[in-house]
DNA sequence: CGACGCGTTTGCGCTGGCGCAAACTGCTCC
DNA sequence: GGAGCAGTTTGCGCCAGCGCAAACGCGTCG
């Protein structure tokens, strides 16, 4: 396991942190990333740990979960390729706000923290792409905020099959595929109810032909009506 | 109304946005910022609008408020003296997203995008300064996440009338005052419930003693208990 | 191939708190 | 000082969805 890989420099340039920068700079951080391939289910770091480096995602992805003081969890996102994350704790206390487990294999790629911020000395664009990616994540998480303020549970998961296949989804001859492996757990988990209500009502769009399911593989049928429902103002 | 005022530039001193940079700084920040004076229940910019400057104040406040495409309204979060907003737009789509509200007389202070990102350049501790604020509000709209999604009514309150007394708190001989007039319908908002439960809630709690409420001022008595009942992971 | 285990489905009862509606309080402005 | 209004309190009925519990696939491994 975690054995190191070669460096993929143009992957890089496919990710939002690097976008902007000349190809020198990306030669610069392919150089200094730590490049690992993970097994599934394995733990990347765990909430509270303070040792903290910036991740990226080259093939795979990630959950990544908080629970609070009691033993509640919620999923914050899931992580796909060409995505970072893990980079804001960095900047506040220099520890993980959350859990990050692989959702199967992944190639994974991460700077120190000395590294990154000698990156963005030397290429300030990252800093404004980092900014940019945060506040994108902020956003998101507001709306997130509203929704479980304001909607009735089987919205906001239509709201969640949707976020995640524009996120991650592969258009197959069925529809709209997602790519990593989907627990009712991880739904629930991210839409703020209960795995038997997201069991519930999954079931229920099954029956009426929205969507199939099968060995944790969501594929979208009807993305039209997934989003009437997500949309519809009323009830 | 909003008629212009003198440059404080000592008082950028107390702003996070500026931390860790040296004076000349703060008078350049200070010489190109406009400082104005509005009046209470004055609306600095709704959701969508696309100006966009960066905003702080620094004296009064301001509440954050986004709405849905349905009309559902939410309280993101009151932005108290010293405290910046409205940046993340200039990073991502220009568009303000969400609507920024005085709470009562307020002196602000506001940078056009180009001011800042100029500043920004020639002290690129202002960006890092920027990522590690938005980094924390980040962290803290995901609390609420797992709060909205796990906790119970009476929970999240507790948790709101807490975080709203740290952030804009006032030692009093009663005890722990918040700064500006709270409506019930903002902490219900504030809090993901309604209006009624909200005032039940609240009533609650003065007759236990727990705080007083009078002409939408807040003050806590007795923090503990409060915080006994936001933390107490039974019920 | 049978047993174990993880994930899922489904039934049933209960309740927190939402929705509606009405009355009340205390400013503010004429 | 009294009319009007914004904000608050409170009662009552109802239902979405949580909690508990049990059964059911389906893949895996000895």
Redesign the interface.
């Known amino acids: 396991m975690t054995r190191e890989a070669q460096i993929p420099s143009q992957s890089l340039a496919a990710m939002e942190l690097f976008r902007g920068l000349p190809p020198s700079a990306l030669e610069s951080a392919a150089a200094c990333a730590r490049v690992r391939r993970l097994p599934k289910d394995m733990r990347l770091f765990n909430q509270g740990d303070d040792s903290v480096r910036a991740h990226a995602i080259i093939e795979g992805g990630v959950r990544i979960a908080?629970?609070?003081?009691?033993?509640?969890?919620?999923v914050?996102r899931f992580i796909g390729p060409a995505e970072m994350f893990g980079t804001?704790?960095l900047?506040?206390d220099k520890r993980y706000?959350?859990d990050a487990i692989t959702l199967a294999e992944t190639l994974e790629a991460s700077w120190s923290e000395d590294e990154l911020l000698g990156l963005?000395?030397r290429y300030?664009q990252i800093?404004?792409n980092?900014?940019?990616i945060?506040?994108?994540?902020?956003?998101e998480?507001?709306?997130?905020?509203?929704?479980?303020?304001?909607?009735r549970a089987e919205r906001r998961v239509a709201h969640v099959v949707l976020r995640l296949a524009r996120q991650a989804g592969h258009s197959t001859v069925d529809g709209t595929a997602i790519e990593f492996p989907l627990r009712r757990k991880d739904l629930a988990?991210i839409a703020?109810?209960t795995l038997h209500t997201a069991s519930r009502i999954l079931t229920g769009w099954e029956k009426a032909g929205l969507l199939t399911s099968h060995n944790q593989q969501l594929t979208i049928r009807n993305t039209s009506e997934l989003l009437r429902i997500a949309?519809n103002?009323a009830d």
Do not use: N, W, Y
């Open positions: 908080q629970s609070g003081s009691d033993g509640a969890q919620v914050i804001v704790a900047f506040t706000p959350a963005m000395a300030p800093a404004i980092v900014i940019r945060i506040g994108k994540r902020l956003q998480v507001q709306d997130r905020v509203r929704e479980l303020a304001t909607q988990d703020g109810t949309e103002a």
